[in-house]
Each structure stands twice: as C-alpha cells, then as structure tokens.
C-alpha cells in the first residue's frame, strides 16, 4: 500500500492546507500520516483563551478533540507529539524521531511548511525540521541496523500570506472529489472557526488557477511548490 506523510508545525496546518491532499489520497487506498509537532494551544487558539477560566491543560485538550476528529474525517493517522508553541523549540531527539517515522512510513511523498513564514516561526522551524529529518533518514550511518530511506519529494504546503513569504506554487492538486470531506474537517476546528471560509476562498482561487493552467474545470484546489527536482523518464509524466 502507498503512503504519504505530513508534518504539521500545530493542529489545524494540515486541515487547511493539505486536507485535500490527504482526503484524496486516502480514499484512493493510501496509507496517509499526520504528525503534528504541536496543537497551538498558546498561539492559535484564541478563542478558546477568551473563555473565563481556560487554563492550557484545558486547551490541549479540547485541541486534541479537535484534531483527532479531523483527520478522522480526512482518513489520516495522526500522532502528537505534545510540543509547545509559541514559541516552539524542537529536540534533536525529535528530529531523530521524524527521521525514524520517514523510514517506517516509507511515504512516497512529504508534505510540510515552507521555509518562508515571517508571521509564524513555528512554520518556517517545522519545515526546516521536516527537510532536516528527511535528509537524515537517508544517511547510513544513522541507525545502521534499520534500512535507510529513499530520496521522496516534499511538497511546500500555501502560507498564510504566499506574496510575502517567497513562496511560488508549481503544482495544483484537484481536490473537487473530496473537498466536502476538507470542509467537514474545517469544522471540526472550532478553535479557529474564523478560518473556516477564509480557507474555503483559497480552494476556490486555486481551483480557478489551476482551471486556467490545465483547461479542465476545477472548482477546487490545493497549491504546492516543490523543494527538489522532479526526474521524469519522459516529458508526458510532467
């Protein structure tokens, strides 16, 4: 079975900015991962600070309500790795950590943040820690006994504001068959239930993009810059 993995810097970054992609695949037989290195319970989850009384061990939890239901509803499997955020600080146990989750996964492909996020440092430290954990996973020398893994593609997922952040998509994903099941996965958010619309109109304006790019008519799409080379044994595989 093909695989695929996301690395999330807090809860909700794979639902808005990959939903599509791991529904999609998911319902195509994909074995589709999550790992969420936080649930931005200091610094995403506004709302529910407003209430009187809320306390961060109440946060987490409600967060993790939340994010366990949307991959749910995405077909994912998702693990928590309990970070902080806000700021966030990562380990090199946890780097180490992803790097063994790559070769066990196996994926065929890595989705995660661009190293461009001038509004959120956890954004732009995650996908140093994504690209970072891929590269060891290759290296030899590191637990020697397991096999190591192969050079896969990772997918810079859209940040909050692209024209600011360097971020210049090259692929577009047609997420019309499953953008329901995004949608329903939005909702489970309510901690951030602002969003919910905002990232609706940014499926739309990539749909309408990737309509223009490809002739065919998409109503819905999800945008990705590739990091590294596609090798392609013709020019028809493009």
């Not at 599509?20 to 998911?26: K, V």
């Not at 509803?73 to 309990?82: E, K, M, Q, T």
């Not at 949608?183 to 990232?199: G, I, N, P, S, T």
Request: hydrophobic letters at 40%; charged letters at 20%.
């Amino acid at each position: 079975m093909p695989s695929g993995l996301v690395i999330s810097a807090h809860a909700a970054d794979f639902v808005w900015r990959s939903g599509g992609a791991i529904a999609l695949h998911a319902r195509e037989g994909w074995d589709m991962h999550v790992v969420c290195l936080s649930l931005g319970a200091r610094g995403e989850s506004a709302k529910l600070w407003r209430q009187e009384g809320m306390t961060l061990d109440r946060v987490n939890a409600e967060r993790t309500d939340e994010t366990r239901r949307a991959a749910d509803v995405l077909g994912a499997n998702l693990r928590l790795l309990g970070h902080l955020d806000y700021p966030m600080r990562i380990t090199e146990d946890t780097i180490l950590q992803l790097a063994d989750t790559i070769r066990e996964v196996a994926p065929s492909f890595i989705l995660s943040h661009a190293p461009g996020d001038p509004w959120n440092f956890d954004h732009e430290l995650t996908s140093r820690v994504a690209q970072e954990a891929q590269i060891i996973s290759q290296a030899k020398g590191h637990n020697p006994q397991v096999p190591s893994a192969k050079p896969v593609p990772i997918l810079m997922y859209e940040p909050h504001q692209p024209e600011n952040s360097g971020w210049k998509p090259d692929l577009y994903l047609n997420i019309d068959p499953v953008f329901d099941l995004k949608r329903k996965a939005f909702e489970c958010m309510d901690a951030q239930e602002w969003l919910w619309d905002y990232h609706t109109r940014v499926a739309l304006q990539r749909g309408n993009q990737a309509w223009l790019n490809s002739g065919t008519r998409i109503t819905h799409a999800e945008a990705y810059q590739t990091l590294f080379p596609r090798v392609v044994s013709s020019f028809p595989a493009i």
